[in-house]
């Protein structure tokens, strides 16, 4: 026999560990859209069509490593997202968000402990991007159920089932707006024609009245942007349409006017794209006109100035995130009384507004919608033609809207939605 001879060290189990250069490297790129790891081996993976979730090792011992190498220098386009299976990654439990987003970047990652799990002893960008937990649960509330407006509001579930109506807490209203803030948390504002705000807690329970700041207006969005804020912008106070906004702290506490970006508009939608990102679109202007504009919000709350618009111009639609860095636009009113539609536009994650999508549903505006489950979204409630419904639409993480889900709780319109709970 002839050759080199290496040392090799035991592992607790009694295995022979591999050596850094012994890794046994998987001769198969990989091009799926999972891959369960293991220990001792290298992987090259291409995410040129799809991103890719990495399932590490249950049950690590000390010393396991494994390589990742970006094959075809595409992890900016499509990350490397890694499920650490119940172990710490540099000290953070698994319920937080690990991605790889550099393009040509590899990967070497060593198991140390309980206390900080796997560890990168190599990377050849030195990143590491991680975000707070997904949301999970969402809610609809208040609305105008046609015999008056109301403050009931819907549970919705981590699998995206509506519950029951929940008597209603604070100023009934109608044409208010909602998001989320804190990470885990939500905040619905403003209303024909109020400024107080309902913070909604981690689960699911609406306060009471905030005394509200800003101007008085219904008809406007709110979107999330950066980590746990939120903005609510545009609006109709009833003498003028706006473009003011409303910073959100990760508090909930509500800023007072900014002036505005944009066109002027009113029964807007808006929603987060690209993780820490926001933007609004379509609407009506101050003359009555249907717009498709869209005004992106950076991560510091920034809101930019007018981008030409794609799609049919419409109000009072609906908008959500999904995918987890993705939005969704949809429903809404051309003009008339016979002009809703179920029109969709899907928002990709750098916040460019793609054309329209066949509607599938019920034709409807005045309705709401909320990103749920991690990385879906669900359209609910709505009007047509007087007619107000209680049906929901899913929207799964690749933004194909579902067919109509059979209604719970009170039929109404003008109501508003958010995601909340990172707990499924």
């Known amino acids: 026999m002839s050759g080199t001879v290496t040392s090799n060290v035991f592992k607790a189990s009694g295995v022979i560990a591999a050596t850094p250069g012994g890794l046994d490297w998987s001769s198969a790129v990989i091009t799926g859209s999972t891959l369960s790891a293991e220990t001792g081996k290298g992987y090259f993976i291409n995410t040129t069509s799809n991103i890719c979730t990495v399932t590490l090792p249950a049950s690590p011992e000390i010393g396991d490593q494994i390589v990742f190498a970006d094959y075809a220098r595409t992890w900016a386009t499509n990350n490397v997202i890694i499920d650490s299976n119940g172990n710490n990654f540099q000290g953070e439990p698994d319920t937080y968000i690990v991605d790889y987003s550099t393009a040509g970047q590899s990967l070497n990652i060593v ?72 990470g885990d948390k939500a905040i619905f504002g403003y209303g024909r024609t109020y400024n107080m705000t309902n913070k909604v807690s981690n689960s699911g329970v609406v306060a009471s009245d905030t005394t509200g700041v800003g101007t008085a207006r219904w008809g406007l969005a709110a979107t999330e942007y950066g980590v746990g804020l939120g903005i609510f912008a545009y609006g109709d106070d009833d003498s003028n349409v706006s473009r003011v906004s409303n910073l959100i702290n990760s508090s909930g506490v509500v800023a007072s006017d900014t002036s505005g970006v944009g066109t002027v508009r009113k029964a807007t939608a808006a929603a987060s794209y690209g993780g820490d990102k926001g933007i609004y679109a379509f609407g009506e202007d101050g003359d009555g006109a249907k717009i498709n504009l869209s005004n992106l919000v950076t991560n510091v709350g920034v809101i930019g100035s007018d981008v030409t618009g794609v799609g049919t111009a419409r109000e009072s639609l609906a908008a959500a995130s999904y995918g987890g860095d993705k939005a969704i636009f949809g429903y809404g009113s051309t003009g008339g009384g016979s002009g809703k539609v179920s029109t969709t536009n899907l928002v990709s994650n750098s916040g460019v507004v793609a054309s329209d999508t066949t509607g599938v549903g019920q034709v409807r505006g005045t309705l709401a919608g909320a990103n749920y489950g991690g990385d879906k979204a669900i359209f609910g409630y709505g009007d047509n033609s007087g007619t107000k419904y209680s049906i929901t639409n899913l929207v799964n993480n690749n933004g194909v809207v579902s067919a109509n889900v059979t209604g719970v709780g009170t039929e109404r319109q003008g109501l508003a939605a958010a995601g909340y709970s990172t707990s499924a």
Do not use: E, M
């Open 111 to 182: 198991y140390s402990d309980a206390t900080k799990g796997w560890l990168p002893v190599s990377d050849d960008a030195v990143a590491f991007d991680h975000g707070p937990p997904p949301t999970q649960r969402a809610i609809f509330a208040f609305g105008n159920s046609g015999s008056g407006v109301t403050a009931i509001s819907n549970l919705v579930n981590s699998s995206g089932v509506v519950g029951n109506d929940v008597s209603g807490v604070g100023t009934a209203r109608k044409d208010l707006t909602a998001c989320g803030y804190g």
